[in-house]
T-cell receptor
Framework: NAGVTQTPKFRVLKTGQSMTLLCAQD?????MYWYRQDPGMGLRLIHY???????AKGEVPDGYNVSRLKKQNFLLGLESAAPSQTSVYFC?????????????FGPGTRLLVL | KQEVTQIPAALSVPEGENLVLNCSFT??????LQWFRQDPGKGLTSLLL?????REQTSGRLNASLDKSSGRSTLYIAASQPGDSATYLC??????????FGTGTRLQVFP
C-alpha cells in the first residue's frame, strides 16, 4: 500500500517555465489537496478537490491550476513559474471533508525557481 | 480569519523528560484540532485528531487536549525519546472551513 505518492521529488525551473506536479493516492479517497510549505509560514492550501472532476480554490491559488480527471490523481500545474513559487509542495488526501478525518500526506516536492 | 500559533518555536530536552507543546487559535468556533509530526525532508504524519465533541485524545505516550473556550490545545509527550525528535504541527478547522496550520514546534530530544 503506497499511500500518497508525489512526482517529482525535486525540480529546478527557470522563471517562466511551466511544469506539472503529480499526486497519486491508492486509498480510494474522495478529497485531495495541494499545499505549499514555506519557512515561518506553515502549510497553506493552494487548491483542493472534493471528488473526481471537481476542483476549488484554497488560500493561495494564484499562479497555479489543478485537474482531477481520475479519482486517484490530482495534478498541480504552474503555467509560468516565478521565484515566489519556490517552495515545498505537499499533496494530501482524506476520506471525507478536511478536518473530519485524518489527512494522509505525500513526501513532498521541492521546487526551486531561478 | 482563524490564526494558529505554536509556542515554543523550538525545544531541546534531554531524554526521559515529559514535555508539553502548545497551540493557540484565535477563533473559538474551531470544530476540530489535529496534531501532526513532520520529520526533516518528509511529509506530515497525523498523530491525533480531536473532534468538537471531544476534549482529548490519547495514543501511546501522546495525549492531546482541546479547550475551545480558551482557544488552546496542548500535546503532551511522556518520557520523551530521541526518536521523538521532529517538528510538531497543529491544525484547526471550522465546521466547513479548511484546516489552518500553525508554524510548528521543532523538538530535539538528546540522549
Amino acid at each position: 500500500n503506497a499511500g500518497v505518492t508525489q512526482t517529482p521529488k525535486f525540480r529546478v525551473l527557470k522563471t517562466g517555465q511551466s511544469m506539472t506536479l503529480l499526486c497519486a493516492q491508492d486509498m480510494n479517497h474522495e478529497y485531495m489537496y495541494w499545499y505549499r510549505q514555506d519557512p515561518g509560514m506553515g502549510l497553506r492550501l493552494i487548491h483542493y478537490s472534493v471528488g473526481e472532476g471537481t476542483t476549488a480554490k484554497g488560500e493561495v491559488p494564484d499562479g497555479y491550476n489543478v485537474s482531477r480527471l481520475k479519482k486517484q490523481n490530482f495534478l498541480l500545474g504552474l503555467e509560468s513559474a516565478a521565484p515566489s513559487q519556490t517552495s515545498v509542495y505537499f499533496c494530501a488526501s482524506s476520506y471525507s471533508e478536511q478536518g473530519f478525518e485524518t489527512q494522509y500526506f505525500g513526501p513532498g516536492t521541492r521546487l526551486l525557481v531561478l | 480569519k482563524q490564526e494558529v500559533t505554536q509556542i515554543p518555536a523550538a525545544l531541546s530536552v534531554p531524554e526521559g523528560e515529559n514535555l508539553v507543546l502548545n497551540c493557540s487559535f484565535t477563533d473559538s468556533a474551531i470544530y476540530n484540532l489535529q496534531w501532526f509530526r513532520q520529520d526533516p525532508g518528509k511529509g506530515l504524519t497525523s498523530l491525533l485528531l480531536i473532534q468538537s465533541s471531544q476534549r482529548e485524545q490519547t495514543s501511546g505516550r501522546l495525549n492531546a487536549s482541546l479547550d475551545k473556550s480558551s482557544g488552546r490545545s496542548t500535546l503532551y509527550i511522556a518520557a520523551s525519546q530521541p526518536g521523538d525528535s521532529a517538528t510538531y504541527l497543529c491544525a484547526g478547522g471550522g465546521n466547513t472551513d479548511k484546516l489552518i496550520f500553525g508554524t510548528g514546534t521543532r523538538l530535539q530530544v538528546f540522549p
